[in-house]
């Protein structure tokens, strides 16, 4: 044989691999492809048209921190902006690379798919991606966890929706937008508007080919008292976003905190309507019995949740509940009561085929599926410092008042007296007075405790610190995991 003719085989060889290895990759990507998930009538599906039902958890506490979640007290800016006074910029930097690095791992991702869900909701706060004294300029290493997050839940066939959940300027008057004051900026300055527009336009741009993320939850609880800014500002995030990917979904959450849709003047294709169903019940109270005057057992509650799935059920569309679930409180009585709603709860969502997704996945022991066990070293450090937290009631979730009533009282009979009138937006008066003085005052005097903690750590210990948040170092509330894998009717 002719080396002219040896040279030609070879060259024929090499062309069918090419060729065996594009149809293969090619047959991989359309795999992948068929993850997308749309909007079809009031379900959602994937290219294949398989009905898709989303079922899982809130990963708060990482890319957006909060403080019954992490431990501190007030807004995530302030408790930061303590802790870089505290540690210095090297030894800041270290323990929140740490921290970022150890939240969310591989066996998270293992976990959560081997309890049968497929949905983890990632909340992101812009402070991450933009710098106030530089707007508009997104840095590009902010978004390393998240594609982390992103891949290790696709690796484990979990769908993933990312989260804004504080924008510039503060979409709510509460700490889980970041926010250290009562009022909600966002909706009163263009210029906060333009940016968080902005940034969804780079996370469309940056996500745009990937399958398992289910889409973009674009404003986490807006709270906009005049209720006339919420829906034209939707409109322009749709618009710009729509400009760049035609294809995720869009997750739209009502007014007042995800329960009020009576402003919504049009249905967009390839969206889906979210509400919050936080039951009363899941509190503090009997169940079924009387709360604040009213009776409520399950009936209730499902008429509750259909109220605020009004809007979805009228124009046949697909109905998300983006956040809903108890408080624990270690009390068996009390707990069985809660557990109870959940499972009521449970039954009306599978009813009405709705997804949801629970919050919350990781926490201090609160709320959440997993939380620290006693012995790490985070815990050790902030085990008195949260007892004292709790005293005093300084946390909106799951705080009272109750060793503090002689303070708290006396302001509230003056207000009744006083101002009998006086009604603020969202709640009234006596939960403006809880916000004002316990959870913004207190929590601001009281941050500066929590960061002098890390005060003179070593990298070792601050390490340490940041590895306690690891999946191995948490415990299961197993009851909880029993009931949403269908193991507890």
């Known amino acids: ?44 599906v994937n290219q294949k048209g398989d009905t898709v039902i989303l079922r899982g958890f809130g990963l708060g506490g990482m890319l957006h921190m909060e403080n019954f979640i992490d431990g501190y007290p007030a807004n995530e800016e302030a408790m930061r902006e303590g802790l870089l006074a505290a540690l210095g910029p090297e030894k800041y930097n270290l323990y929140f690379e740490h921290f970022l690095k150890n939240y969310f791992t591989e066996p998270d991702a293992k976990y959560i798919n081997s309890l049968g869900l497929n949905l983890v909701r990632i909340p992101i706060n812009y402070h991450l991606f933009e710098d106030d004294m530089n707007p508009g300029v997104i ?4 978004f390393e966890h998240l594609d982390r997050v992103i891949d290790l839940c696709a690796k484990y066939n979990i769908y993933t929706i990312i989260d804004l959940h504080a924008l510039p300027g503060f979409q709510n008057q509460h700490w889980h ?21 902005h940034l969804w336009e780079v996370i ?8 398992w993320i289910a889409g973009y939850d674009l404003i986490n609880e807006p709270a906009d ?53 936080y039951a009363r019940p899941g509190f503090g109270g009997d ?9 409520i057992d399950k009936d209730s509650l499902e008429q509750v949740f259909l109220g605020k799935s009004d809007f979805m059920l009228k124009n046949n569309v697909p109905i998300w509940v ?40 990781k926490d201090m022991g609160l709320h959440a599926i997993m939380h620290q066990k006693a012995d790490t070293p985070y815990m050790r450090l902030v085990s008195a410092f949260l007892s004292r937290k709790d005293s005093l009631g300084v946390d909106s979730w799951g705080t009272s008042d109750k060793n503090i009533r002689q303070v708290i009282a006396p302001i509230e009979k003056l207000f009744e007296k006083e101002f009998p009138e006086y009604n603020p937006y969202p709640a009234g008066s006596k939960r403006h007075i809880r916000l004002l003085v316990r959870h913004i005052l207190m929590a601001e005097a009281l941050t500066p405790e929590y960061c002098n903690l890390f005060k003179d750590l070593s990298e070792a210990e601050l390490i340490a610190l940041a590895e306690s948040f690891r999946y191995e170092n948490y415990v299961k509330r197993q009851r909880l995991e029993d009931i949403l894998t269908g193991r507890e009717k």
Not at 177 to 182: I, V
Not at 184 to 189: D, R, S, T, V
Not at 287 to 295: E, T
Request: net charge neutral; hydrophobic share 35%; with cysteine.
């Open 322 to 361: 983006g956040e809903f679930g108890p408080l624990y409180t270690g009390d068996p009585k009390q707990d069985d009561i809660r557990y109870q709603v959940l499972k009521d709860q449970l039954t009306y969502y599978d009813k009405y085929k709705v997804s949801w997704c629970i919050w919350l996945y």
């Open 139 to 142: 840095k590009e290493e902010a």
């Open 177 to 197: 937008s970041d926010n250290p004051t009562h009022i909600a900026l966002f909706w009163k300055h263009k210029d906060f508007q333009d940016r968080a527009l």
């Open 204 to 211: 469309a741009k940056r996500y745009i080919d990937q399958p």
């Open 225 to 277: 008292p005049t209720g006339k800014k919420v829906f034209p500002y939707y409109k322009r995030l749709h618009d710009a976003i729509r400009k760049i990917d035609p294809n995720h979904i869009l997750f739209i959450e009502g007014n007042t905190y995800a329960k009020d849709f009576s402003m919504f003047t049009e249905v967009w294709d390839n969206v889906v309507y979210a509400n919050h169903d």
């Open 287 to 295: 169940y079924p019995g009387y709360i604040d005057g009213k009776f």
């Open 1 to 44: 044989m002719s080396k002219l003719n040896v040279y030609l085989i070879f060259i024929c060889f090499i062309l069918f691999l090419v060729s065996v290895c594009t149809a293969e990759h090619k047959s991989i990507q359309n795999d992948a492809d068929q993850n997308f998930l749309m909007v079809k009538g009031n379900q959602l």
